[in-house]
């Protein structure tokens, strides 16, 4: 087994063939950043308006990650909206491969949705906005 994990950015055709293996990685993200709706997330991989990329290290998945790109006033930005997975140490820097996608698609910047312990392990990612809720009872 290598000691990193390989990137796959999964055929939109094929997302239904994974989705059994992968779902489970990306509703416990949802549930842990309360972000996104895992529902949402799913309809948007099975009508093709995301992209899945998964990292598996030749015999397993160990992480999903969602992407999905969006026009803005500053350009196109690829925004990865959830990310679930173990071992992170093996998978972290295949980042880079989004990015590089990213830039052949034309986009400006990459995005990020998730816990703010994302700016400790990631070059590069700096915090410009902050979202903010407060629960109503």
Known sequence: MSSTAELVCVDPK???ELWPCV???LKAACYRTKLNAFVDIEADFLAGRSLLWVA???RTVVA???TILINSEIGKVC???VCGGSDMKRWLPLIDQIENYAKLEGCKRVR???RKGWLHVLEGFEERHVIMDK???
């Open 14 to 16: 094929r997302v239904h």
């Open 23 to 25: 779902s489970p990685l």
């Open 64 to 66: 999903a990650v969602a």
């Open 112 to 114: 990020i949705y998730g």
């Open 56 to 58: 598996w290290n030749g």
């Open 135 to 137: 629960e109503l009872t």
């Open 79 to 81: 925004i990865i909206t």
